[in-house]
């Protein structure tokens, strides 16, 4: 079968690869109909965001039949762990021994190859299979289900987002402009996304109702901005960047910037959700110096990066303001049932967010892993059809 191949840093090609087999009673295969894109590192086959039909079932699996559409959490669990009884699907402790949690075709996420492929092997299928209507219909707005629409409803649940809060979202990538749209539905009064690539703040201002864009790339303060907007602090703040932060005129990655952002802007006693990726260990970092991942250097940018995942941080006023913060990668089963219903019903479309659409072909899959990682405008998100049209 084709599958894209990671072949160095930022260089990706599509392949023959063998197709994947049942290796326990609980695994199903999938035809994968469409998938997502991702990091991923030598030996691992791309896309943590997979979705398809049941083409092969395990003898242990009981609740799935062969034709079934379903979608996959990005995260691995194995259903049988502490935290999986606790619905802690993202922390799963039994699939990628030494690290809490496991991912499809994901750094460090364990040895599950992702779904940029036309088939994939599902571990442990019965508890993270979400079966989904038969046919075509909300093909792109169910895919969305794997990672960033659960994740975007995640980052303001991890804010302790009420109705009615106002809400200061940080990075209008995939999992901003979702959260931004979840903070819609779930019904905030002012909501402001904050980026410094127009077109996105744009997106976001088109899809989402009430939505303020607010642009840091002008090199004023945004947190001064927000509360100018709002007429003072807002209640809860998400940060959907994560560690790469830029550093804005600065130029190089902060690792800090955001989360010193959301301290500044949100009241006392409110909520900061943080859904944007910190890791432990940044290989590509050089603590305080110049250098580091072939993206900042190819693109001319210095990298004060955090190589064992420490910063600096304003506890104090952390401290002083009360307010509550939570961290973590989205417990997906936590919320796809209901965004699933909410899309079948009509209440939630998230499929504005999806850009592209590409075959799994080596020349439009190399294109779209160039132009997603040099953020060239326009390529808010892409979905690859590893079997051709639906
Ligand atoms: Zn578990």
Known sequence: MKAVHYEKPFQVSVK???????????????????????AAQSGLIFGHENMGIVTELG?????????DRIVLPFNVADGRCRNC????????????????????????????????????????????ALVLPPGHQHERAFALLADIFPTGWHGLTLSSFQAGDSVCIFGAGPVGLMAAYSASLRGASRIFIVDRVKERLELAERHVRGCVGVDFGGGGDVVEEVVRLNGGMVERSVDCVGYQASGGKKGGEVPNAVLEQCIRVTR??????????????????????????????RNGFGLR????????????KLFEKGLHIATGQCNVKAYNRQLRDMIVSGAADPSWVVSHEIPLEDGAVR????????????????????????
């Open 305 to 316: 990066g955090s190589s064992k995942g420490r910063m600096s941080l304003s506890f104090g």
């Open 85 to 128: 009884e606790e619905g802690k699907t993202a922390f799963c402790t039994g699939v990628n021994p030494g690290f809490a949690g496991g991912a499809y075709g994901y750094v460090a996420m364990g040895p599950y190859q992702g779904g940029q492929a036309q088939y994939l092997r599902i571990p442990f299928a019965d508890f993270n």
């Open 16 to 38: 023959e690869v063998p197709l994947p087999k049942i290796e326990h009673p609980d695994d199903c295969i999938i035809k994968v109909t469409t998938a997502g894109r991702t």
């Open 367 to 390: 294109e779209a892993y160039e132009k997603f990682d040099t953020r060239v405008e326009g390529w808010t998100k892409v979905l690859v059809r590893p079997n051709g049209d639906l």
């Open 59 to 67: 003898s242990g699996v009981t609740l799935l039949k062969k034709g």
């Open 268 to 297: 006392p006693t409110g909520g900061v959700g943080v859904p944007g990726l910190y890791v432990p260990s940044d290989p590509g970092a050089v603590d305080e110096e110049v250098g580091g991942s072939p993206f900042f250097l």
